[in-house]
């Protein structure tokens, strides 16, 4: 059997597996609408530990931690430290997300905007900021998937055909099982993602350099600067990114409905102790990356770079491992993202302009939403590969202005939706201004930062000179009655 | 101990080492391509040793914390 063919093998089977999972979790089952968005908030640590590490942990983690290692070095250690600064800010917040949840039933985000604030019209701005900045990140999950199924079948299967396969599949499960199919199919991708980052990645160096020790002394030789961050990746950089990335973390839509799923304070909170353990597969990811840097390859994209390293030293066909692991990666970030778009266009969108609609409509809606997205994404990534780039850029700084009111707004009792809606708009404006129109990242600090502070500063000054809003009490004495 | 000591221990030090500590780690001589710890550059090895010490420091706040849970 020739390598493409064997790698070829390892990819179709790995899909199948996850189909049969994925639609299997939920084939049988009549959902409600907590049922197909939250499981019934029934998920305990294992299942809830492995939804959110496959969620977070994308098809860029691998491409894009590699390439970034490839190419710049060590201004890629931002990564590793966001993502446990986020941790351990979610160990906190996420309580209150969860409580709230529970106490009112939220399967959204924009549900907790609604409440808090008590605005339709912020909830759907909340909505709409969700699936503005999603839908570009899906469709980057999309082109991500195509590409690494293109490479690891050495072209037996085309980008395109990646792509619409790679659609299809999620859709099927997303569609039959809703979030219970996600965390059934990402207790086996999150496992095939760490176990491939650690047992052939981590060995790159060694087998190539001898050990870590000499991939570093020659990278030193061939790349002097991936070993120090200087220059417009300096430290300011770093620090900036860092903050902004660890605060932006939770103001993902797509993170809430996890949270919401929790059985329990304590699956939640555990789930949160030992996140960052899984973040550390990101180290093999980066020797990767950095192997192929210091052996002096030069590759025509840097997205190259993990699959590059795998085949300086490993047979080709491992290469079909590797795609495995990628589909995993990718499929497991995208197919949360779908369910949890589909839940702001239902609840938030459909759900409040047509206030009697029933659970099950919902549930409908819920599916079509599904689909729509799904396709959607899948026809962009088809046929406007870099249309949304500008949405791409503005992503995380634009989903970050959300963090005055959902989380400073559980501490000061004067923030209402006046407030906040004014401060978010800021933001948007500022980082637009600094990105497109400006200097990008003033004074080295990352735009997105300038953004989240013009926005606090509005979203005090007018809470400043309003009385105490009246939801503030109600909501927090609410989440308190809350038993854990 | 209560939530404060939570909140010190599972988010202020782990905040702290990376946002202020961790940039005065930021030096390596590339002539002599030292110091390496462990094969890292002294930032990667303190962003990589904060990624296992922090959720020891999270399992500390835990623990405060659970006393108070019913």
């Given at each position: 059997?020739?390598?493409?063919?064997?790698?070829?093998?390892?990819?179709?089977?790995?899909?199948?597996?996850?189909?049969?999972?994925?639609?299997?979790?939920?084939?049988?089952?009549?959902?409600s609408l907590d049922g197909y968005l939250v499981s019934n908030r029934s998920m305990g640590f294992i299942f809830l530990y492995v939804l959110l590490a496959g969620e977070i942990y994308s098809a860029y983690a691998f491409l894009g931690v590699a390439g970034w290692a490839y190419s710049y070095g060590l201004p890629i250690m931002y990564a590793f430290g966001y993502g446990t600064l986020a941790y351990a800010f979610g160990y906190f917040f996420a309580e209150y997300i969860w409580r709230a949840g529970k106490k009112f039933s939220f399967v959204t985000q924009a549900d907790y905007f609604r409440k808090r604030y008590n605005s339709k019209g912020l909830a759907v701005l909340v909505a709409l900021i969700g699936i503005v900045f999603n839908v570009p990140y899906l469709q980057l999950q999309l082109q991500g998937l195509g590409y690494i199924l293109h490479a690891t079948s050495f072209g037996s299967i085309s980008v395109n055909t990646g792509i619409v396969v790679g659609m299809l599949i999620m859709l099927a499960y997303v569609y039959t099982s809703g979030l219970r199919g996600?965390?059934?199919?990402?207790?086996?991708?999150?496992?095939?993602?760490?176990?491939?980052?650690?047992?052939?990645?981590?060995?790159?160096?060694?087998?190539?350099?001898?050990?870590?020790?000499?991939?570093?002394?020659?990278?030193?030789?061939?790349?002097?600067?991936?070993?120090?961050?200087?220059?417009?990746?300096?430290?300011?950089?770093?620090?900036?990114?860092?903050?902004?990335?660890?605060?932006?973390?939770?103001?993902?839509?797509?993170?809430?409905?996890s949270i919401y799923s929790s059985n329990s304070l304590r699956a939640l909170k555990k789930t949160y102790v030992f996140l960052p353990l899984f973040s550390i597969f990101l180290l093999p990811i980066f020797l990767a990356g950095a192997s192929v840097a210091a052996a002096g390859i030069h590759l025509g994209r840097a997205d190259e770079a993990v699959l590059t390293a795998v085949t300086m030293v490993y047979p080709k066909w491992v290469l079909g491992i590797v795609g495995a692991a990628g589909f995993a990666a990718a499929a497991s970030t995208a197919s949360a993202i779908i369910l949890t778009l589909a839940g702001l266009l239902s609840k938030n969108l459909y759900g409040?302009?047509?206030?009697?609609?029933?659970?099950?409509?919902l549930v409908l809606v819920s599916r079509i939403s599904v689909l729509i997205f799904g396709l959607a994404a899948m026809f962009l990534a088809l046929f406007a590969g870099g249309r949304l780039v500008a949405l791409l850029l503005l992503a995380y700084s634009g989903i970050t202005q959300m963090f005055p009111g959902a989380f400073m707004g559980l501490f000061f009792k004067r923030f209402n939706k006046v407030a906040v809606t004014s401060g978010l708009i800021a933001g948007l404006i500022t980082i637009t201004?600094?990105?497109?129109?400006?200097?990008?990242?003033?004074?080295?600090?990352?735009?997105?930062?300038?953004?989240?502070?013009?926005?606090?500063?509005?979203?005090?000054?007018?809470?400043?000179?309003?009385?105490?809003?009246?939801?503030?009490?109600?909501?927090?004495?609410?989440?308190?009655?809350?038993?854990? | 101990m209560g939530k404060g000591m939570a909140v010190f221990l599972g988010f202020v030090i782990p905040w702290v080492m990376y946002v202020v500590v961790s940039p005065f780690f930021n030096y390596f001589d590339v002539k002599t391509a030292s110091p390496l710890i462990l094969g890292m550059p002294p930032l990667m090895f303190w962003d990589t040793l904060w990624i296992i010490l922090t959720p020891l420091f999270l399992l500390l706040a835990y623990n405060i914390e659970k006393r108070g849970w019913k």
């Open positions: 059997m020739s390598y493409s063919t064997i790698s070829l093998t390892i990819i179709f089977s790995w899909i199948v597996l996850t189909l049969l999972i994925g639609v299997l979790a939920g084939i049988k089952k009549k959902f996600i965390a059934w199919t990402n207790l086996m991708q999150s496992i095939m993602m760490f176990v491939i980052a650690w047992v052939i990645l981590f060995s790159i160096p060694f087998i190539k350099f001898g050990g870590i020790s000499e991939m570093m002394k020659h990278l030193a030789q061939v790349k002097p600067h991936h070993l120090i961050l200087s220059g417009k990746m300096g430290v300011s950089w770093y620090i900036s990114t860092m903050v902004l990335s660890g605060l932006g973390f939770f103001m993902y839509p797509q993170m809430w409905p409040m302009f047509k206030e009697n609609a029933s659970d099950k409509e201004y600094l990105k497109f129109f400006g200097p990008g990242n003033l004074l080295g600090i990352h735009f997105g930062l300038w953004g989240l502070l013009v926005n606090v500063i509005i979203t005090f000054a007018i809470s400043a000179v309003s009385k105490e809003d009246e939801n503030f009490r109600p909501f927090k004495k609410a989440l308190q009655s809350v038993e854990v | -």
